[in-house]
């Protein structure tokens, strides 16, 4: 199918509206052929289009600008909040940036890629089937229109909404929890050490190097797959070679939060590695050094002696024998997050802005102006999960003729791995998996002129990929998606419908992302179906699902008006509003109802049960054959226990309302149980 008619599907549903004209232009290029004076009323169609999609981002990022500073005023608000009522509110204001404020970056972000594609496509389009003599200049002076305004769909960039967003929540997480996983890896040097030495298997992601894409994997990273954060910091790998260099390299980590950095020696052997933690000044003495600067030889000396340890020695003295020098470096901004696992834990690390160079002289600077670019982002994830290996061992990358990439895996692989790690392997938006990928290779590909030994991964060929493609396949988009929405079903936390009382049976709300067309007397529904019960309970989900059921037979209509005054509005969006109280009164008032249906049913059926064991042992007392109906009175014995179990569940349930249990309640409840307890006594007694 063509683009022009996938222009439609592959954009935000609801604002398709404000898709350049892509058809409309295409008519008119194919017209100049038979009216070359048409160029002028061309150039004008292109600069109104521009200016069309320009004022309609400008707009919603400046709409989405508003409602996350409302936010932020209202976290502020709650400083003056305590206990239950102040994580309440933080909820309402976490629900409402995972649902409304973080699928509407989302959508902003996927609107201005296709747009991105769009205007490629359509100057492509005009190259291609235009006689005028200028048409390559023609394009020139569209796209120099484009890149001068600040504002315009090339120059937009919405990373700041997306570290606030991130920012924002992360302030509401750190409100109400602790992560024990994180303190393990609290400092960069442990994690690092962890994931460069400790980690046995890997497998490698290359994300397009433009914002939109980096913004839509960081709001995933950080919120819908919600991973967890350790920290963020500029990074740079110093690898030392030698003549001879080497498959597996020796190099030199250094962070920007950190005065220390990692050395780390390839030794060969059972242990392969060595490594050490040294201070900068240190490094920086090491590193002239190695460069042929001699008269520090005795400065080393003095700054290494006393310091060392056994494996520290061994790693300096390694790369001193083996005669290594600085000679390549890699600079990035890499963001690192932890998968807890029950069996191992997996880290991923992002990397962005990543620079490349040979220059001679290297130190620990983080200056890459005379750096060359590498045209990609990069993720990965390394863990000692041995499932982790056999994905990556089946997977098969392949470049194809037209530079896209051909990925095969078996899916049995990669139902084995964590649920979270599965998420971001579907994620054909932003992220591509690449086999073997090496940084290392890839800098003595282009600065040794050394080949890998697999040619389809071949970085010449590597450098001309076009990431891009997948945001053209309809089909991919829309598995997309699919995927967002069951991520944000399947990973919901919203913590204002747990009360401590409720343990498993609490429900909760989930992140999930609302249906694009649903009818306004249906929020009820909505609301039900962006609830999940995060644990497996039975009984729960039974409840969840009765409550779905009934509102569905009864289809509520008219639940509760909303008359409040809020700062800002969109005519294209819901207001800011806190909604979820007035459905959450009734969700709780719909749980307690079914719930007491639950606890009075058993208490009946106990009493029942009760009721014939009593009248049987009192007819076989009356005969006295009890001692005659052994296996009677093992079946009555049976019954005793059960409607003694099931009066007990039914207090036990009743504990699990949201609400405070009534009077009358209790009064049936515990006459009830009372009975039970009295009769099962009298039976166990008559019968023995």
């Excluded at 924002?168 to 442990?190: F, G």
């Excluded at 061994?314 to 990035?332: A, E, F, G, M, V």
């Excluded at 990556?392 to 964590?418: A, G, H, M, R, V």
Aim: hydrophobic share 40%.
């Amino acid at each position: 199918m063509k683009f022009g008619k996938n222009l439609i599907h592959l954009s935000v549903p609801e604002w398709r509206d404000y898709n350049i004209d892509y058809n409309d232009l295409k008519h008119q290029i194919k017209e100049l052929k038979d009216k070359p004076a048409n160029i002028s009323l061309l150039y004008g169609s292109f600069i109104s289009n521009f200016d069309y999609i320009n004022l309609f981002i400008s707009s919603k990022q400046h709409e989405i600008d508003v409602k996350l500073n409302n936010a932020y005023m209202d976290y502020h608000k709650c400083a003056d909040l305590h206990g239950s009522v102040r994580l309440s509110k933080m909820d309402e204001i976490h629900f409402h940036i995972l649902i409304d404020l973080s699928i509407e970056l989302k959508k902003l972000n996927k609107f201005i890629l296709i747009q991105k594609i769009a205007i490629k496509k359509i100057f492509k389009k005009f190259i291609k089937y235009s006689d005028i003599k200028d048409a390559a200049s023609f394009v020139n002076q569209l796209q120099n229109y484009l890149l001068k305004n600040r504002r315009s769909v090339y120059n937009i960039d919405l990373g700041y909404l997306t570290n606030k967003l991130t920012n924002l929540v992360n302030l509401i997480n750190n409100e109400s929890e602790t992560n024990s996983v994180k303190s393990i890896y609290s400092t960069t040097s442990s994690y690092e050490l962890t994931h460069l030495l400790k980690k046995n298997f890997k497998i490698d992601f290359l994300i397009p190097n433009d914002s939109n894409t980096t913004n839509e994997l960081l709001i995933n990273l950080n919120l819908h797959i919600n991973l967890t954060p350790i920290n963020q910091s500029k990074i740079s790998f110093i690898y030392l070679t030698n003549r001879d260099v080497a498959d597996k390299p020796s190099y030199i980590l250094t962070d920007s939060l950190l005065n220390e950095s990692l050395v780390v020696a390839h030794t060969g052997g059972l242990r392969d590695y060595s490594y050490c933690i040294l201070h900068n000044d240190i490094i920086k003495n090491f590193l002239h050094y190695l460069n042929g600067d001699v008269e520090l030889e005795s400065t080393l000396k003095l700054q290494l002696d006393g310091h060392l340890s056994s494996l520290a020695k061994l790693t300096i003295d390694t790369i001193i024998n083996d005669q290594l020098k600085p000679s390549l470096q890699i600079i990035c901004q890499r963001n690192r997050y932890i998968v807890d696992s029950n069996e191992d834990d997996y880290l991923v690390c992002f990397d962005q802005d990543i620079y490349t160079t040979d220059l001679p002289n290297l130190n620990l600077e983080l200056n890459t102006d005379k750096f060359d670019i590498f045209p990609f982002n990069h993720l990965i994830i390394s863990s000692n999960d041995s499932n982790l290996h056999n994905f990556e061992s089946n997977l098969i990358t392949q470049i194809n003729d037209d530079n896209s990439l051909k990925i095969q895996f078996n899916s049995c692989y990669l139902t084995k791995l964590p649920l979270k790690v599965q998420q971001l392997i579907k994620n054909k938006f932003s992220l591509n998996l690449f086999k073997n990928l090496s940084f290392f290779e890839y800098l003595k590909s282009c600065y040794f002129n050394q080949l890998p030994n697999y040619y389809s991964n071949h970085f010449q060929i590597l450098l001309n990929l076009n990431l891009m493609k997948n945001l053209e396949n309809v089909i991919i988009m829309n598995e997309v998606d699919e995927l967002d929405a069951n991520i944000l079903q399947s990973n919901s936390n919203f913590s204002s419908f747990r009360k401590p009382s409720s343990n498993e049976l609490s429900p909760l709300i989930s992140k999930q992302e609302p249906e694009i067309e649903y009818e306004t007397d249906d929020n009820y529904m909505l609301f039900l179906n962006l609830n999940n019960v995060n644990d497996q309970s039975l009984l729960n989900q039974f409840i969840f699902n009765c409550i779905k059921f009934k509102t569905k037979i009864s289809n509520y209509s008219n639940i509760i008006l909303h008359e409040k005054n809020f700062l800002y509005d969109s005519i294209n969006d819901d207001p800011y509003e806190d909604f979820t109280n007035d459905y959450q009164i009734q969700f709780e008032i719909d749980y307690d109802n079914t719930l007491s249906f639950f606890y009075f049913s058993l208490l009946l059926i106990s009493l029942f049960i009760v009721g014939i064991d009593g009248g049987i042992i009192y007819s076989l007392k009356v005969l006295n054959s009890i001692n005659e109906n052994s296996l009677i009175v093992f079946v009555l014995i049976m019954g005793l226990l059960t409607s003694l179990i099931f009066s007990s569940f039914s207090i036990l349930i009743s504990l699990k309302r949201f609400n405070q249990l009534p009077v009358s309640h209790s009064l049936v409840l515990g006459s009830g149980t009372l009975s039970v307890i009295v009769c099962v006594a009298w039976g166990v007694y008559t019968m023995v």
